[in-house]
């Protein structure tokens, strides 16, 4: 019945925005609070972070961009976010 419902949204989601990336993925299907980073990184192995997040980074040190997007996801786990730059657990 839940999957059923959740491919209806997608369904519903992919047909309003013409296809576009605003689709329901997984990561907003499933969205769960995990523990600490070593948790969180085992599924998503560069960090999550919400849309338009940017990785703050000091020096010439260069940011992580290839975390997972997914404000869903992101907000369940805020709490993993140290420098609160909208990416938890980012990880090269």
Known sequence: MVST???????????????AAVAVGPAEAAAKKYKNCTALNKTYKH?????????KVRGSTKPVANFTVSTTVYN??????RDKD?????KR
């Open 5 to 19: 419902l959740l491919r209806g949204a997608l369904a519903l989601t992919l047909a309003i925005g013409g296809g």
């Open 47 to 55: 960090g999550v972070g919400k849309k338009g997040a940017k990785d």
């Open 76 to 81: 369940k786990n805020t709490h993993l976010d």
């Open 86 to 90: 909208g990416v938890a657990c980012e």
